[in-house]
């Protein structure tokens, strides 16, 4: 399947309705610096600076989105994963794009190509080779900080394993050019206590603090070390990656016990684990609140669904799906009780399931304070397009404050994500011009483009308390 010509669709006016909306997005928003907030980029990647090897390694390599969309057209799994070459992986992905009209990839495709390489040509098998041997000339000068110089990212926060060593952070931080990179503490791993190798973890995690793990205070110590030594490291966000919020009623007696358990090399109850989870989440949830950063609650994924490619690849590698968990009341029960302490640090929370949309833009606002601010996140994964930026920027202004929103962040693997921040700046410029010319708000376009910059902007900075 191919299109007519491969002409280019991608116009200065792409996504803008009205001239509202282009006045809007161009005398306001386009010029905005990017604080990416919540990424997986490489790190090392950013350290060393190095050219990437070809376009696949910046582009194809790692990305579940596109490796999904190819097996959903029945692409063999060697073009995908495999030890097919590079060409033919691309052209793999070539013959794919056609076939992804309406879904994002389609204009985030395009949208990239464009902002990295000035091709506004359309990549299909006829233009396959042509936009293969362009990308990678570029790529042999194109370095990695340049192109985040070129979306005008300020800042980035990685995704980090509290046993990381954050020496690749350090060494950007010496080298003094690019954007800040600072780490992310992200403890997922801790919440395994039943899977297979979970004491290796608690291993390295002893390593790494210098605290021998043999009880949950013991535990919590090595955690506390953790946090101080990414904290030392600029780290100021955590982030977890959860089904649902872990708030099941424990005893720190009981909590401990199943932990030596675990230790001793026995598995432990379902209930038992929930109680440990519990526990464990609420504790480093005081430990950020004493630190003042920001936590990050990311809920709902059914991850690993395809067990089958999970034994032969791994995780991460587009086998996860929107979950049906019930999130309220746990996640109610968990802030409730920080917020009783008077430990609840500012915190984000983003939902995968959009049924859920009405119930996270309705839970900020009952813990909001002069103290503490509670922000439903940006469309996240499945929800990151047109579509679902749309409902959720309605639904939140709705039941909460658009005009506090802190906007949107790549969560991505890919160096070639951040035209997804003109994307969304795209449309929330869209979304506001055409209530304006509708008569829905008033036509004041300083108003608004200040509301606008504060979105893609500002709003996150005081959010997150950056000071410089």
């Avoid at 809007?24 to 905005?32: D, G, K, R, S, V």
């Avoid at 639904?395 to 890919?414: E, H, K, P, Q, Y």
Wanted: hydrophobic share 35%; proline share 3%; glycine share 6%.
């Amino acid at each position: 399947m191919e299109f007519s010509n491969t002409k280019g669709f991608i116009q200065l006016d792409f996504l803008l309705q009205n001239k509202t909306a282009e006045q809007l997005y161009f005398q306001y928003a386009e010029a905005m610096p990017v604080i990416d907030y919540h990424n997986h980029l490489s790190p090392e990647v950013i350290a060393k600076n190095q050219p990437f090897r070809d376009i696949n390694a910046v582009w194809l390599d790692g990305d579940h989105y596109k490796w999904r969309a190819m097996r959903t057209l029945g692409i063999e799994e060697k073009f995908i994963t495999g030890n097919a070459s590079n060409k033919e992986k691309f052209d793999q992905w070539a013959k794919t794009v056609p076939y992804t009209v309406g879904n994002p990839l389609f204009h985030w495709t395009h949208l990239e190509l464009k902002r990295y390489f000035n091709i506004s040509d359309l990549l299909q098998p006829s233009s396959s080779d042509a936009i293969f041997e362009e990308t990678n000339h570029q790529l042999k000068s194109l370095l990695p900080n340049q192109m985040l110089k070129n979306m005008k990212v300020e800042m980035l926060c990685t995704t980090d394993d509290p046993i990381d060593d954050l020496k690749h952070h350090q060494q950007i931080k010496k080298n003094n050019f690019g954007p800040k990179v600072l780490p992310g503490f992200r403890p997922d791993k801790i919440f395994g206590i039943n899977t297979e190798h979970y004491l290796d973890y608690l291993n390295a995690l002893a390593d790494s603090s210098g605290v021998n793990i043999n009880s949950l205070q013991t535990l919590l110590d090595a955690l506390k070390s953790r946090i101080s030594y990414f904290h030392e490291n600029g780290c100021r966000i955590s982030d977890h990656g959860l089904e649902y919020t872990y708030a099941s009623d424990y005893s720190l007696k009981a909590v401990d016990v199943s932990l030596k358990k675990r230790i001793s090399g026995e598995k432990i109850s379902e209930e038992d684990a929930l109680a440990f989870n519990s526990c464990v989440l609420f504790e480093l949830f005081v430990m950020y609140y004493e630190n003042g950063w920001t936590q990050q609650l990311h809920l709902g994924a059914l991850r690993g669904n395809n067990q089958k490619l999970n034994e032969q690849l791994g995780a991460d590698v587009g086998c996860d799906s929107i979950g049906d968990f019930a999130q309220a009341k746990n996640l109610s029960k968990l802030l409730g009780k920080l917020n009783s302490s008077d430990k609840l640090a500012q915190t984000i929370i983003y939902n995968l399931n959009p049924a859920m949309n009405e119930v996270f833009a309705s839970m900020p606002g009952n813990f909001n304070s002069s103290k503490v601010e509670i922000q439903w996140g940006t469309a996240w994964w499945f929800l990151d397009q047109k579509d679902g930026m749309e409902t959720q920027m309605k639904a939140l202004s709705n039941m909460g404050l658009l005009s506090r929103f802190i906007g949107m962040l790549t969560d991505s693997r890919s160096f070639m994500s951040f035209p997804r921040h003109e994307y969304f700046r795209r449309l929330l410029c869209n979304m506001i011009a055409n209530d304006i010319d509708q008569g829905l708000l008033p036509n004041d376009l300083p108003f608004f483009g200040k509301m606008i910059q504060d979105i893609c902007y500002n709003n996150l900075k005081n959010f997150l308390k950056l000071k410089h």
